[in-house]
């Protein structure tokens, strides 16, 4: 992972305010953190997830809203819950430690698309 994007993640996190932020503006941070976990570029991601690059690069910028069929792509791909997809947790913790720690690893999911 590039240490670059990590920072510029967590200086964008640290402004956020989950609990008055826009679900879809949310999700987008979500999303931003999986494919910084994934260690994986944009189009490989989208690949693994079964979304149009284009359609994943405006759900990030938050030009795009998402719909329950896309969140179980989502979830179907990454192997997890739809309630492990929209906990923020990991992210109020980052926002409450303010510090530079590392994201978990979940290449394992995306052994496949390397």
Do not use: W
Request: hydrophobic content about 45%.
């Amino acid at each position: 992972m590039k240490t670059i994007e990590y920072a510029h993640f967590l200086d964008k996190i640290i402004n956020i305010d989950f609990n008055r932020v826009p679900l879809s503006d949310a999700f987008a941070v979500k999303l931003e953190y999986l494919l910084l976990c994934s260690n994986l570029s944009l189009l490989n991601f989208s690949i693994a997830v079964n979304l149009n690059y284009s359609y994943l690069n405006d759900l990030l910028r938050g030009k795009k809203h998402i719909t329950l069929n896309k969140i179980d792509c989502i979830c179907k791909a990454l192997n997890i819950s739809v309630s492990e997809l929209l906990d923020f947790t990991p992210l109020i913790t980052m926002q409450e430690e303010k510090c530079f720690i590392k994201f978990p690893s979940i290449e394992n999911i995306f052994i496949n698309y390397y």
